[in-house]
């Protein structure tokens, strides 16, 4: 499954699915490119789970709505509601161990 870009129109319909890992990023952000890819994987590899990404710097009120002082963070979402968190980059385990607390806490 694809990643999907979020906007401030669509996003809280998208988060309205059984799970969600949503990626917030930056346009300069080196860890946020670093990410990027370990993200697509598994969004390809994990077709139960809806995969967005936020660009915080065409959306900077998502920094306020969910508290981000940092990018990238991830808030991952169950039935429409945020479950767990983690911030700052990370290789494709990172994500697994993420996605599993999820689906499983």
Do not use: W
């Amino acid at each position: 499954m694809a990643v999907i870009e979020a906007t401030a129109e669509t996003f809280d319909e998208l988060i309205k699915t059984e799970y969600a890992a949503v990626d917030f990023y930056g346009d300069h952000c080196g860890a946020c490119a670093y990410t990027a890819p370990f993200f697509r994987e598994a969004a390809d590899d994990m077709g139960l789970i809806r995969f967005i990404k936020v660009n915080t710097t065409a959306y900077p009120e998502f920094t306020k709505r969910f508290d981000i002082s940092g990018i990238p963070t991830f808030l991952y979402f169950r039935n429409g509601e945020q479950v767990h968190r983690s911030e700052g980059g990370m290789e494709r385990s990172g994500i697994n161990e993420n996605l599993a607390r999820m689906m499983y806490e």
